[in-house]
């Protein structure tokens, strides 16, 4: 296992939703997916953070996009989920479904 | 359309605090034109400060908290006994004026000694040769300014400490050297661990700068006069002023260097920040 990036709760979230929001995914968009999702409010900084994280084990790239004037003329930063990425999500998925369906009291219940 | 303009203040601690994010000052611009409040603003900025910059200052901490220490630790082949014999240099005189930049670690020889100064001499240097070579030939020095301080600091610091060594192995007290064993051994361990110790702060202060958690060379200058406040400089200038060996002329005299010295470094440090550190877009 020596070399493999070891992912937090928040951002194996961040990965599935850059997966789900597909080409347009930057910093908004994200945090908007998530606090639908979790029902709380998402700071953008704890978001940006996040994704530097994941830059820097190689599972997410990013590019910019043009600068505009309702941003005060800066640019979005759009992310994308790298092949690593990919390889990563597969593998939480994998053992979490295997721990969940060792625990009886849990197995055949919805999350 | 007009365009709804978020906290100021709020704004401005974002990006001097901020860890720098483009993309992260625009997103908090889009989503407060889209009817957020200046209490969700402030909240979110707070947070980015915080949330960018925690490991940094927790690791600024670290840094200080070991040259702290360093400070504690005397260059090899002194005798640190036989210094102590000695009386300390007055705060009214040039060594004890150079103690005094040194916060104390000149006259007590710490791998400190020479602090951050020849950093200080070379960025003074470096910016004036810039500012020539951009006068006389209209463009832009080769060498980056940068590189060039850094090895006219780390020369400036070998020669310093040859020169203290040569120094320290002429003084003795009671019939007893500062040197345990005089010689070219203890002139080149002596200029090795002096100027590993100024290159050490120099690293340090490059990466404070760096990371934008503030002006490093200009924190370690009023560091080590931070220091002199609780170590040995200052207490002995007042012990002097009180037994009437330092007269309110002389005192005057020296808070004015003082002040003038601390806005001299500001300056210096301000360019040196500018000039090394900051990108230049390509000509």
Known sequence: ?111 | MTMSTPPPLATWLLRHLGKPNEALAGDLLEKYEAKRSDAWYWRQVLFAIAAGRSVDALVMVGALALLSLGRLVPAPGINAGQLALIGRPSANDSFGWYDLMSGGNLSSVTIFALGIAPYVTAAVIGLAAAFLWTRVFAQRPVISLRACTWTLALVLAALQSLGMALFLERQSARGLTFVIDPGWTFRLVLMASLTAGTGCLMLFSDWITERRLGNGLYLFFLSSIGMAVFQSPIPRFFAELRAGWVSSTQLAWIILRLLGTCAFVAVVSHFYARNAFEQKPAA
């Open chain 1, 1 to 111: 296992m020596a070399g493999r990036a070891t992912l937090s709760n928040f951002e194996l979230m961040v990965l599935l939703v850059l997966m789900r929001l597909g080409d347009g995914a930057y910093g908004i968009p994200i945090s908007e997916a998530l606090e639908a999702e979790t029902g709380r409010e998402v700071a953008l900084g704890s978001v940006y953070n996040a994704l530097e994280r994941l830059q820097k084990k190689h599972l997410v790239s990013s590019s910019l996009g043009d600068p505009t004037a309702e941003r005060g003329g800066r640019a979005k930063r759009y992310f994308k989920v790298t092949a690593a990425g990919m390889r990563e999500i597969r593998d939480a998925r994998r053992v979490l479904t295997s721990l969940w369906t060792k625990i009886p009291a849990l197995a055949g219940r919805k999350a």
